[in-house]
């Protein structure tokens, strides 16, 4: 059993940046077992996959619309994945969550192929 919880969401200003975490809480083993997708739902439009990493951190991947401004990166040691964000921009606006799946070494860029999701945290860009 994993328990995802993400924080650091907030309101920004369009360029600033924002940090993102994704502690996970689980249960047999570390988080590092698993890899780990962010994902993000902007109000009225449908989930849409930002980009993930695979358990050891060496392999991060990312959707066209954040490649160059936002990077994945985790600590293992502390049961957390990052998601650094650079150059915000409104379009950016949205729930960010983060899933986890059992296949460690996966590139998965759907939701239905993650078995754990957190609830999610706010991220606001105004203009």
């Known amino acids: 059993q994993v328990t995802l919880v993400e924080s650091g969401g907030g309101l920004v200003q369009a360029g600033d940046s924002l940090r993102l975490s994704c502690l996970g809480s689980?249960?047999?083993?570390?988080?590092?077992?698993?890899?780990v997708g962010w994902f993000r739902r902007a109000p009225g439009k449908e989930r849409e996959f930002v980009g993930g990493?695979?358990?050891?951190?060496?392999?991060?991947y990312y959707s066209d619309s954040v490649k160059g401004r936002f990077t994945i990166s985790r600590d293992n040691a502390a049961n957390t994945v990052y998601l650094q964000m650079n150059s915000l921009t409104p379009a950016d606006t949205a729930v960010y969550s983060c899933a986890a799946t059992t296949d460690a070494g996966a590139r998965y860029v759907y939701s239905i192929e993650y078995d754990y999701w957190g609830p999610g945290t706010q991220v606001t860009v105004s203009s």
């Open positions: 689980v249960s047999d083993r570390t988080l590092g077992s698993y890899a």
């Open positions: 990493i695979n358990w050891s951190g060496d392999n991060a």
